[in-house]
């Protein structure tokens, strides 16, 4: 199967950025393109998360649940993007097309991959091992890692969003992350003029 943008990770920066790139399908530059995300996210810390301090979210609201309900918004909202539930990703390589991904069930080529996974140890996925280096915002006792990136862009068409691209474990800038990732690839569909997406009433 081939994507333009495929998104590795089900946890809050990768279901932003597939929420973003989603919304924006009724413009012209986005509405051909071919979205994806692999949700298998078994590590997520959301897991074991309760938010009282996220605006917009009630107050004792549970990680777990917003990973079950967020993909419910994907598929309601935006089913155009694909979910590929129950695989784990055990390469990435550079393909003529733009990128190879393998997982433990299909092979997909992807023009834009964006990796949206924890930043825990161990990292497994062939191809990105000369890209890990320590996590330059968490606690160094953790000894967490990071994938090396300039604004979350690793190299042409690899991206990486969230706390494996060194951002910090925290709900709102993870899903900044995701965000900021979602509306550099629009800018780049959209011929490299800056854009952003917003629904309106």
């Known amino acids: 199967m081939k994507f333009d943008a495929l998104i590795i990770g089900g946890g809050v920066s990768g279901m932003q950025c ?12 986005a509405k051909p393109k071919n979205i994806g995300i692999i949700t298998h996210q078994r590590a997520s810390h959301l897991q074991d ?7 917009g979210l009630p107050p004792k609201t549970l990680g777990k649940d917003i990973l079950i309900e967020g993909k419910k918004q994907l598929s309601s909202l935006y089913p155009h993007v694909k979910q590929i539930k129950n695989e784990k990703v055990v390469s990435i390589l550079e393909d003529v097309n733009g990128y190879q991904i393998i997982s433990n069930n299909n092979t997909y080529i992807s023009k834009i991959v964006i990796i949206a996974l924890n930043y825990s140890k161990p990292f497994t996925i062939i191809g ?3 890209l890990i280096e320590p996590h330059q915002r968490a606690n160094p006792t953790k000894d967490r890692i990071q994938l090396k990136n300039n604004n979350h862009l690793i190299r042409e068409g690899l991206y990486c ?3 494996i691209a060194g951002w910090r474990s925290q709900f709102a800038i993870a899903a900044g992350s995701g965000a900021s990732v979602a509306t550099d690839i ?4 959209n011929n490299k003029r800056p854009t952003k997406v917003h629904d309106k009433v």
Do not use: H
């Open 18 to 29: 597939a929420l973003v790139l989603g919304s924006a399908k009724n413009k012209p530059f």
């Open 49 to 55: 998360a309760l938010f009282n301090n996220v605006l």
């Open 128 to 130: 990105l091992d000369d």
């Open 161 to 163: 969003c969230g706390t």
């Open 186 to 189: 629009l800018t780049l569909w």
